[in-house]
Structures are given as structure tokens and as C-alpha cells.
């Protein structure tokens, strides 16, 4: 009698590695997956997170030592609030800081925000600048106009003699991801973009500019917003010094280009666009800043699956 021997045929094991092998690109394949749709969601929190931060640290403005250098924080009818004789203690400086400048926009397929501190003259020779307008009581847009809101600036007399942004925070959106405007209301009524046929279209070419800032009338941490043009932006915002202190994120433009490039309380809308190496299940994610909102929950994050979502119509 024969004796039969255990183990396991060519066949066998043949299909016990084919299987192995189907579940394990089978793990692969999901955790790749995964790890793009994780890689997403961090970006835009980030996007988020930045956004929020601006009007965190506008609540809690802490202004910089300049040593003795010369700083320029107001500009208004050719007068400016130039300072050389303080160290920017609190108490000791004409300059008063309002708030934040801030730019999100596009440049060379990179998307960033850039804030920097905002400065301006103080409540006596505001007041005596409004002594020229006949509006009583001040709105906020009017009251900062004359207070001559610009971005803080201190001068290097060094080798570069440059103005240099005070308080700067520039952050880029990780993963080559982009931020997309969405068109507004005054956009589409303007027939000026070719891009905006309704709200739900992508301004091309399209970045923000705001100001985040203490309402001298209320207290509270607001925003006043309007749309340029990137390569507006770009010049300005690509840099952290410039040879002119008059170079700045803050435009008065009084809407002679339009509706869309006034600054004022405004909700703006941005499209997520994901980068090298990311998936967006279910459609791009949202982000809305409510510009009659205060502080930092006037930016909300909107998923790709709710209604109001329009990044994905």
C-alpha cells in the first residue's frame, strides 16, 4: 500500500498567490486612494484655516518693535503718518493699526494668501481729515478712506533702501492646489467678464483683495472686499518690500472699473481645485466668507455634496 503525500499542487498554489496578490493591489489601490482624498481635505482645511487666522490675529493685533526705523502707516490726500523718533510702543506712535490687508490670488499655477498689518492715522487727525466730507454719522468705509488705511510699512536705509511690509503672513495652498473665484452678482450684470455668464462660473484671472478689520464704530472684527485682477495682485503681493511705500493691497477704487472692484461688505465664494497627487471625491469643496459676518466664523467650509455648493454645477 502506497503511502499518499500532503501538500499543495502547482495549481493550487499558482491561485493561492494570484489572489494574494489581487487583495494586496486590491490595499494598495485603496490606501492611495485614500491618501489623495486626505491630501485634499488637509489642503482645504488649510485654505480655511488661513482665512480664519487673518481675522484671529485682526482681534488680537499685536503691534511690532521697528526700532528706530522710519515707518509709514497712513496715506491720505498726500498727508502720511510717517514716523521716526519711536519704537512702536503701545501709546507712543501716531499710527494706529486697524487691521489686516489681504490678498488671495493666483500666480504662476500657485495660489496663496498674503495678509500684512494695516495702519493708519489716528481718531484726532482722522476727524480732521472728515471735516471735508459732509457725512455725519461716519460708515466704516469712510471713516477708514480718511483715516488713510494703508498697509504698515517701516524703511530700510540700508544697502536696499526698501519699504518693508510690517507683520507679514504669506501662505501657499499646499500640493499645487488652486483657489478659483467664483463669479459674483455685479460680475455677471457687468458683461465685463467673459467668464461670468452666472454665478455658478469661475471668474477667470480673478483674485481678492480685502480689508479685515475693527469696526471704529461697532468694535467688531469685519471685512470689506473686491475683485482684481491677478496681475493687479500679483506686482503687489509677490513682494514683501518695494521701493515705494505708496505700493499697497488697499485700493479706494470708487468702482470706476465697475461694481466688482468697490470695496465693501461682500460674501466672496472660492472653488478648490485639486493638485498632483489629490482626489476630490464627489466634486471640489467650497469656501464662502460672509462679508456681513464678524470674526473668524464669517468663513465657512461648504462639502462637495450640499446644496449650496456651486463649485460643481
Not at 63 to 75: E, L, M, P
Not at 234 to 259: C, M, Q
Request: hydrophobic content about 35%.
Amino acid at each position: 500500500m502506497s503511502k499518499q503525500k500532503s501538500g499543495f499542487t502547482i495549481i493550487e498554489t499558482m491561485l493561492f498567490l494570484a489572489i494574494t496578490g489581487l487583495v494586496f493591489a486590491g490595499v494598495v489601490i485603496g490606501t492611495n486612494g485614500s491618501l489623495r482624498s486626505q491630501r485634499y481635505r488637509d489642503t482645504v482645511q488649510s485654505f480655511v484655516n488661513s482665512l480664519r487666522d487673518v481675522y484671529s490675529r485682526a482681534e488680537n493685533i499685536e503691534i511690532a518693535d521697528y526700532g528706530n526705523k522710519q515707518a509709514r502707516c497712513g496715506w491720505w490726500n498726500n498727508k502720511t503718518s510717517d514716523i521716526s523718533d519711536v519704537n512702536g510702543a503701545r501709546g507712543r506712535s501716531r499710527c494706529v493699526v486697524y487691521g489686516l490687508a489681504v490678498a488671495i490670488y493666483t500666480n504662476n499655477n500657485e495660489s496663496y494668501v498674503m495678509s500684512s498689518l494695516l495702519g493708519g492715522f489716528d481718531e484726532a487727525q482722522t476727524k480732521e481729515n472728515l471735516k471735508s466730507t459732509d457725512s455725519s454719522p461716519y460708515d466704516d468705509l469712510l471713516y477708514l478712506k480718511h483715516a488713510g488705511v494703508s498697509e504698515f510699512f517701516t524703511y530700510d536705509a540700508g544697502p536696499s533702501y526698501r519699504w518693508e511690509r510690517k507683520g507679514e503672513v504669506k501662505s501657499k495652498l499646499l500640493w499645487g492646489a488652486k483657489v478659483h473665484v467664483l463669479c459674483s452678482q455685479d460680475m455677471v450684470d457687468s458683461g465685463k467678464y467673459d467668464s461670468c455668464k452666472s454665478t455658478d462660473d469661475i471668474a477667470d484671472n480673478i483674485g481678492v483683495e480685502m480689508i479685515v478689520y475693527r469696526s471704529p464704530n461697532t468694535g467688531s472684527i469685519e471685512s470689506f472686499a473686491r475683485y482684481a485682477g491677478n496681475g493687479i495682485i500679483n506686482p503687489i503681493a509677490g513682494k514683501s518690500s518695494t521701493t515705494n511705500a505708496n505700493d499697497s493691497l488697499v485700493e479706494f477704487d470708487d468702482g470706476i472699473a465697475g461694481e466688482a472692484t468697490k470695496l465693501k461688505h461682500r460674501d466672496v465664494s472660492f472653488c478648490i481645485e485639486p493638485g498632483d497627487g489629490m482626489s476630490s471625491s464627489g466634486g471640489m469643496r467650497m469656501v464662502t466668507i460672509d462679508g456681513d459676518a464678524s470674526g473668524e466664523n464669517a468663513v465657512r467650509l461648504i462639502e462637495a455634496d450640499s446644496e449650496e455648493n456651486r463649485c460643481n454645477n
